[in-house]
């Protein structure tokens, strides 16, 4: 069945790059996106990208799609500590499924100063 | 402004009780869709419509009962409260079927 797979911990100095790994299943998925979520809060929305693009920038943050590969990253540059936070990867689900998400299980992401 | 509001924002039932978890949307979005977030589980979804008057299952659906009679809606209703509902749920709502997702802020429920 479909999958998401990403890391559960990345612990980065403040001022370094990030980089969030996710590994997908369904070639199908139309959208893959990236959420963040703050502890005790909901899910924001940070950038998506389109399955026939390889990379869109948005401001400090970069997201990379090989598709051979099944395989998105999320740069996020010059981290800051307001960074720290949950980050999901999600693919669109195709078929009758209407687009519903598949999410990874988060990767935590600490920041030190 | 609000997007998607999500009512109660905690809630604590005994085993056995029934509650209807409410979502409201004021963005005309025909879609919406409900998760739930465990612990090292990720996002699960629950149930989604397409549009009012029309619910399908999700990958988790038993225990749970949807319906959409308006656009703006998608109440969730718990039938008989178990503790291993005890989750954090998600509330979704989304233009067409691709696009973005919006969530709103969760419900915290604790089953005892």
């Known amino acids: 069945g479909e999958d998401v797979e990403q890391s559960l911990f990345l612990s980065v100095r403040e001022g370094d790059s990030s980089v969030i790994n996710c590994t997908y299943t369904d070639s199908s998925s139309t959208y893959l996106y990236w959420y963040k979520q703050e502890p005790g809060a909901g899910l924001q929305l940070l950038t998506y990208i389109f399955s026939n693009m390889d990379m869109k920038q948005d401001q400090r943050l970069t997201v990379l799609l090989n598709k051979k590969d099944k395989h998105l990253s999320l740069r996020i540059a010059d981290t800051q500590t307001g960074d720290s936070a949950i980050y999901f990867c999600?693919?669109?689900?195709?078929?009758?499924?209407?687009?519903?998400?598949?999410f990874g299980k988060g990767t935590k992401l600490s920041v030190k100063p | 402004n609000a997007g998607v509001t999500q009512t109660p924002k905690f809630q604590v039932l005994k085993t056995g009780q029934s509650m209807t978890l409410q979502c409201a949307q004021d963005?005309?979005?025909?879609?919406m869709s409900w998760y739930r977030q465990d612990p090292g589980m990720g996002l699960r979804l629950i149930h989604y419509?397409?549009?009012?008057?029309?619910?399908d299952q999700g990958e988790v659906p038993n225990g749970y009962n949807v319906s959409r009679s308006t656009t703006e809606d998608f109440p969730l209703r718990l039938l008989s409260a178990a503790p291993s509902q005890t989750s954090v749920y998600f509330c979704?709502?989304?233009?067409?079927?691709?696009?973005?997702?919006?969530f709103g802020d969760g419900t915290r429920l604790s089953i005892l």
């Open positions: 419509s397409v549009g009012a008057g029309i619910t």
């Open positions: 999600a693919e669109s689900m195709g078929g009758g499924s209407q687009g519903n998400l598949i």
């Open positions: 979704a709502s989304r233009r067409s079927s691709n696009q973005p997702q919006h």
């Open positions: 963005m005309n979005h025909e879609y």
